[in-house]
């Protein structure tokens, strides 16, 4: 083939590349439709009324299924506990040598912007139950100078937390024996409105941020934040 016939067939493919598929990369943009990879599509496909909705506004995701599990006083907590309650959601492991100390020190934070107020809460779930028992939680819970008395550290079956955290949440937790501690986790923080509904802020994208980086500073900023638009 000469080398004029390879420009020509070249030019041919290009035209039909162009032709199918920029008009649907245009629309996926005009649309909204577009969001990072890693976000979870599922929580995105379940947001609701984006439309007219601009960066900072705050948007419902879905809704947190109901939980029963016991806590670091060895008192049972249940999602009702929170009822009119705004509060936000972790998955960690009180052994855990990486993320969950920079999380929990986060945390605080949070804990310490709304240290007087009633109608705020935390929920921070072991993904490592048969370790992680209410008295050692208790001692985790103290190390982390934790004063405010709806911040529970919570325990019980290792397949419902998990379930709760990959299904409820998706927020991904799982069992590794390659990971540091023999756990891998999201690092994300979930923010839960008074109506028990997962919540989050319009980006400057125009998409669901969705969660919350819980290791940096600007996650945590923009967390507290939102928390007081919906307190």
Not at 9 to 37: Q, Y
Not at 120 to 141: N, Q, R
Request: glycine fraction near 6%.
């Amino acid at each position: 083939m000469s080398k004029k016939n390879s420009y020509l067939g070249l030019a041919v493919v290009v035209l039909i590349f162009a032709i199918i598929f920029i008009p649907k990369i245009h629309d996926r943009i005009v649309n909204g439709t577009t969001v990072d990879s890693n976000r979870s599509s599922d929580a995105v496909n379940q947001s609701k009324g984006l439309e007219g909705r601009k960066s900072g506004d705050m948007i419902t995701i879905n809704e947190v299924p109901s939980f029963t599990f016991t806590n670091q006083n060895n008192k049972t907590i249940t999602n009702a506990d929170y009822n009119d309650k705004v509060y936000v959601v972790e998955f960690f492991f009180s052994t855990c040598p990486s993320i969950c100390p920079v999380m929990n020190k986060n945390m605080q934070q949070v804990q310490d912007a709304f240290a007087t107020n009633k109608d705020f809460g935390i929920a921070s779930f072991s993904i490592d139950p048969s370790y992680d028992t209410p008295e050692v939680l208790k001692a985790y819970a103290d190390s982390y100078d934790v004063t405010h008395p709806n911040w529970n550290f919570l325990t019980g079956e290792k397949a419902d937390i998990m379930k709760l955290s990959n299904e409820g949440f998706k927020l991904y937790a799982a069992e590794s024996a390659e990971a540091e501690g023999g756990f891998e986790h999201s690092g994300m923080f979930a923010l839960i409105d008074k109506d028990g509904n997962v919540t989050s802020r319009i980006d400057e994208n125009g998409n669901p941020l969705i969660y919350y980086n819980g290791l940096e500073q600007e996650g945590i900023d923009m967390l507290i934040e939102d928390i007081k638009k919906i307190l």
